[in-house]
């Protein structure tokens, strides 16, 4: 599949508004598990689908700063390489496509391209780490934070309704013992939750705390609003 290709149907390929390391002695330090709440997300997109649980955008590997590390370009052949092994895991190709589905398709071959993109553009500047194990790691991480029941543990529900910004915070610390971070879609006057953003430890097993700009400036503002799933 072409790059191009890839770009147009990796829906969530907006990273570079978390800007990219310029400077190659900035050094991975740790990651960003980086989740989306389809029904915030698509109020800003065309969406193909949605899922009613929160989904995998990527797991990027970060500097201390909290910069995103550009990973390496692959040829076609790697590509294909890590695509078929990728089919050869039937539990985690199911995995990939319950936690880490694109919503701007429904091609499952786009989807596959998705997830290469991302361990192309992320995932691969981790040296030493293996495409598949990159994968499971991020889906185990999205399977243990668990976050529309972690949000739902402390009372906070996609029903449409407005909460304080902090009962976000608190509900997914009691999971990660961290304060996450948070973004959202400004729409109507009001921030929606669109993504929310947990750091995670070297081995990408384990959470730690996102010891700069807590908060975020597309959430300003005390409240969020949890948007509904509708069945569009
Ligand atoms: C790159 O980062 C290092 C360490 O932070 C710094 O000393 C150096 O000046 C930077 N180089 C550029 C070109 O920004
Ligand atoms: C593709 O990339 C791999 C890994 O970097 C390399 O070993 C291989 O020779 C490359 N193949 C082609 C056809 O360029």
């Known amino acids: 599949m072409k790059a191009t290709n890839l770009f147009r149907f990796a829906l969530l390929a907006i990273n570079v508004i978390y800007g990219t390391a310029q400077n190659s002695s900035q050094l991975f330090d740790h990651y960003w598990l980086v989740q989306v709440w389809p029904h915030g997300y698509c109020l800003e997109r065309d969406c193909a689908r949605r899922s009613d649980i929160f989904i ?24 294909n390489k890590i695509l078929k092994s990728l089919k050869r895991d039937k539990s985690l190709e199911a995995d990939l496509m319950k936690y880490w589905l694109s919503l701007s398709t429904v091609n499952k071959n786009y989807i596959a391209g998705f997830w290469i993109h991302e361990w192309e553009k992320h995932g691969s500047s981790r040296k030493g780490m293996d495409p598949l194990d990159y994968f499971q790691r991020a889906v185990e991480l999205a399977k243990t934070t668990d976050l529309r029941n972690t949000l739902a543990e402390k009372g906070v529900l996609p029903n449409g309704a407005s909460y304080p910004k902090f009962n976000y915070m608190k509900a997914i610390m009691a999971k990660t013992g961290h304060l996450p971070m948070l973004r959202c879609v400004k729409k109507d006057g009001y921030n929606h939750l669109k993504e929310v953003i947990i750091c995670v430890g070297v081995q990408a097993n384990n959470f730690r705390s996102c010891n700069y700009g807590v908060g975020s400036p597309r959430c300003k503002g005390d409240n969020i609003k949890f948007p509904e799933p509708t069945d569009e």
């Open 56 to 79: 995998l955008h990527g797991l990027w590997p970060v500097t201390a700063g909290g910069k995103t590390l550009e990973g390496d370009k692959i040829n076609k052949t790697t590509h």
